[in-house]
């Protein structure tokens, strides 16, 4: 098992998902101890299901986060490449806040690829499928009728 120092549920259930073990928070400020496998276990099927609906798209907007730290162009280019490699048709964007609200104003397109933060898929609502770069790297796979089984467990999450 792991156990993650801190108050945030979150990367204690990246820490999960990527090493497939039990995983636990001590939260000093709360003074309490939580299991995070469960959690972990609905990030993971909720980021598997965008996955499947990804797959069913024709246009994707991949979109490149304008705060500080978002910007990962590279991976952005990367993802463009490969999906229209796929046949794909790929529009690239910029935002400073991804919201469902601003997604909805960009029409046109069936799935979302954000490169800024991995959070931002799993800790939201959206009308449509919004991947993570791990997601993103699965769709590929998925797309390639390759197995994906595992995806979300790369030294990236920890």
Known sequence: AYVFLGQSNFHAAGIALSTNMPTYVLDPYFN???EVTEFAGKLKKKATL???KAAEAQTFGIIIGLKEGQLSKVFALKFKNELEKEGKTVQLFALTDIT???LKNLKGIDAFIQVACPRISTDNQFDKPVLSTPQANALLK?????????????????
């Open 32 to 34: 309490e101890v939580r």
């Open 142 to 158: 998925i797309l390639r009728h390759e197995s994906i089984e595992g995806y979300l467990e790369i030294p990236h999450w920890l």
């Open 50 to 52: 965008a996955i499947y």
């Open 100 to 102: 469902n609200e601003r």
